[in-house]
């Protein structure tokens, strides 16, 4: 898809990921036709290429909440709005209570996420059990439930935006990889790539893990640090597992789904895609897929779904988050740096929040009202020392 680099643009995003492609194509829609978006490998391969594809409104903080339920609704209606399958599965997202001092908080998550709209409720442990057969209701003390949910396949999501945002007028660059942003009395005046400058007033930054070097360029604090998640599938089984929700443990981030809804090889059809969020992986940009994290999977695994604690793995990979200190995304523009905006930090929810995010700052750059005050997603929270409280529902 990749278009000859224009020496100016109305807006240029930094970025071809999912967050990348959502601004350019919410940006194209709402008129503002001459975005240049600069990647600087292939559309969707950083980040994007490698989560879960979870879509879920199933957080604690209400901000979260409320720019997950608006994007929930945007990737039900994605073929209609956008004119593409992304293989959305509506599996439900169930959470895993295994302490008592843990059924308050869920119990107060599931109200802030009802009052969005997202039909969630807190079920006992026999019907956890039942929603999801490996789980072992002894285990538990509750679940929450959240039926609407599910995942979708991020390449297609990718695809549809890109495909959209170029149909509508955006230039869409691969293999660009952006060196610098110019400034002109302070505010932003263009982009480096190499030795060309492509002139623009506005640059949006959506390079993920890599984002911290951007906001640099600036003079723009994005605390963002890239830091490596593995999957792995477990092989075929004879008669095939049973569907079950996105199924996760809020104690140790434990989680598995079936693979054949959401991995990208026949082969995996009928196992399971497992993982957990090891907290010993050091930060960095590695992403070479290893087993060090399967032994606290499997540790977790025997004590809530035993069954699944001694299966065998055929394959799988590892990919980046992009956290920040307190796991909530960066949305907004510069307070500092006119003309600069940034969607980026999403601490493993950008795929999820991809919809919203894209469509905040578009209505920032087009001077229109969002439909959510992206204030509590502002990089200046930390400098202001107003980090939010650090998201519960975190994988």
Known sequence: MSAP?????????????????????HLAAGGLSDVVVLEAAELGAGSSA?????????????????????????????????????????VGYLFLVRDDADLPVCEDAVAVQNAFGAGARVIGPQEAAALCPPVDPAALVAASWSPRDGFAQPARVVDGYAV?????????????????????????AGVRVGDRLVATDTVICCAGAWSARVGDWVGVDLPVTPVKRQIAITPPRRGGWPRVPFTLDLATTMYFHNASFGARTAAADDGLLVGISDPDTPD????????????????AARV???????????????????????HNALIGASDRVPGFLYATGFSGHGFLQAPGAGRIVADLVLGRRPFMDPAPFSAERFARRAERPRELHII
């Open 5 to 25: 680099l224009p020496d100016r643009a109305a807006a240029v995003v930094i970025g071809g990921g999912v967050l990348g492609v959502s601004v350019a194509h």
């Open 50 to 90: 490698k989560p879960l594809g979870g879509v879920r409104a199933t957080f604690s903080d209400p901000a979260n909440v409320e720019l997950a339920a608006w994007s929930l609704r945007r990737y039900l209606d994605f073929g209609a709005e956008v004119g593409c399958d992304i293989g959305l599965h509506r």
């Open 164 to 188: 959209a945002a170029a149909r509508a007028g955006a230039t869409i660059c691969t293999r660009t990889a952006v060196t610098g942003i110019e400034l002109t009395g302070g505010r932003v």
């Open 284 to 299: 960095g940009f590695d992403r070479e897929p290893s087993e060090e994290w399967l032994p606290g999977f499997r540790a």
């Open 304 to 326: 809530c779904a035993p069954g699944l604690a001694d299966l065998p793995t055929t394959g799988g990979w590892a990919g980046l988050y992009e956290n920040t200190p307190d």
